[in-house]
């Protein structure tokens, strides 16, 4: 499957960040806490990557200056809860600017205001501190953030689910697979509101069976009538 670049962009959004985790093998998802904290989830684009000090916002602005239209802000905070790097004044830039969004690996603050803006903003909290001004970072080298490593370039998708990374070498090959994942539980929908049995659709006894009847010897990670001799 070809898909022009501005066609990923709402194919991503379509399938959804959950679709995305499972097409990738049930990986790629930020942490739990990574959570939508502005009017608007639906975020997709590409990765735009800076690093800051801990507790610093030096960076902040010259990286939202930098990035993009229609990429996604990526902050490595260093995963530091209780300083603030993100707030009203630079969700208004950046939506003024037309970002895709921003994922901070920390906390924000003026919640209320953030809580009204279309801007998709994403951050594991929210504290009043607002941090520094000292300390030089990185803007467009790669970033950990939510416990996932993500590149400049790696494709960004966020909704109510939470931020999914997906990287720009695998992007047509996760969507494709994503979207046989939708296409089947879609099928699997219509049969549930249609009265069939949930169980007997996904085959469960089947593999409760299976489980039950296999020795498996722990150390080999196989059942023992598949060992080597």
Known sequence: MAVGRTGLGPSLMRVGAAALSDALGK??????????????????????????????????????????????????????????????????????????????????????????????????????????????????GTVQCGGQVVHPGDWIVGDEDGVVVVSAEKIEQTLATAKRIVAAEMEIERAIRKGEDLSTLLRSQEVIQQKETAVFIPQLRMPAHGRRK
């Open 27 to 140: 990986t790629g998802a930020m942490d739990h806490s990574m959570q939508c904290r502005s009017a608007n989830p639906k975020m997709v684009g590409p990765a735009f990557t800076v690093r800051v000090h801990t507790a610093d916002i030096l960076m902040i602005a010259k990286a939202l200056s930098e990035c993009p239209r229609e990429q996604t802000l990526i902050i490595d905070g260093r995963g530091e809860l209780n300083t603030a790097l993100w707030g009203e004044l630079t969700t208004i830039g950046a939506h003024r600017k037309g970002l895709a969004g921003v994922v901070i690996d920390g906390a924000i603050r003026d919640a209320a205001a953030v809580r009204r803006s279309r801007l998709p903003v994403f951050a594991k909290a929210v504290v009043p501190n607002a941090g520094g001004a000292e300390y030089l970072g990185e803007i467009g």
